[in-house]
T-cell receptor, first 113, second 112 residues
Framework: NAGVTQTPKFRILKIGQSMTLQCTQDMNHNYMYWYRQDPGMGLKLIYYSVGAGITDKGEVPNGYNVSRSTTEDFPLRLELAAPSQTSVYFC????????????FGSGTRLTVV | QKEVEQDPGPLSVPEGAIVSLNCTYSNSAFQYFMWYRQYSRKGPELLMYTYSSGNKEDGRFTAQVDKSSKYISLFIRDSQPSDSATYLCAMNPNQAGTALIFGKGTTLSVSS
């Protein structure tokens, strides 16, 4: 089982560039999430999805967009990258709303210079 | 007041010590409480979960929830160097449109 796969693992962007962080899960989970983790700040929810075609904003959605066209994939789009978006991004999935254990990917380390 | 408060540490203990990690919260709607462990440069992984108040034990780990005080704890007995990691508490009210809310994490170092 691959679980949750995130690509790329590392990326350096210049200010104003755009990119898509990929996330794929093979557990047939309905719920998927994007979090960002900054040093000493814990995990902040960016966007989440409760199923294909349904997405909603989390705590820190500004500067990001998502789509969920299939159960497996939940890409995160960064438009016009800014230094404040330098962070580690984690994608997670769960089989239910409660989240008896989110399964996390290994993260994408993004630096915006 | 933040919804979930967790002392980031760092916390350093010798091998074999008993470790106590804690979180407080303000939202009385939280019903599900979890502890995640995160090794350096890895994604978090679920360690323990508890529903409502009470204790749960799994090997060297014990999770406690006191809803009346809005306080949760994770105890690690006979701590090992392999326990060195960041521990994040997480909570969920299990309401439509919600997701897990995480504490900032406590970094633990166990020296041999």
């Amino acid at each position: 089982n691959a679980g949750v796969t995130q690509t790329p693992k590392f990326r350096i962007l210049k200010i104003g560039q755009s990119m898509t962080l990929q996330c794929t899960q093979d557990m047939n989970h309905n719920y998927m999430y994007w979090y960002r983790q900054d040093p000493g700040m814990g995990l902040k929810l960016i966007y989440y999805s409760v199923g294909a075609g349904i997405t909603d904003k989390g705590e820190v959605p500004n500067g990001y967009n998502v789509s969920r066209s299939t159960t497996e994939d939940f890409p995160l789009r960064l438009e016009l990258a800014a230094p404040s978006q330098t962070s580690v991004y984690f994608c997670a999935s769960s089989s239910d709303r409660v989240g008896y254990g989110y399964t996390f990917g290994s993260g994408t380390r993004l630096t915006v210079v | 007041q933040k919804e979930v408060e967790q002392d980031p540490g760092p916390l350093s203990v010798p091998e074999g010590a008993i470790v106590s990690l804690n979180c407080t919260y303000s939202n009385s709607a939280f019903q599900y409480f979890m502890w995640y462990r995160q090794y350096s440069r890895k994604g978090p992984e679920l360690l323990m979960y508890t529903y409502s108040s009470g204790n749960k034990e799994d090997g060297r780990f014990t999770a406690q929830v006191d809803k009346s005080s809005k306080y949760i704890s994770l105890f690690i007995r006979d701590s090992q160097p392999s326990d060195s990691a960041t521990y994040l508490c997480a909570m969920n009210p299990n309401q439509a449109g919600t997701a897990l809310i995480f504490g900032k994490g406590t970094t633990l170092s166990v020296s041999s």
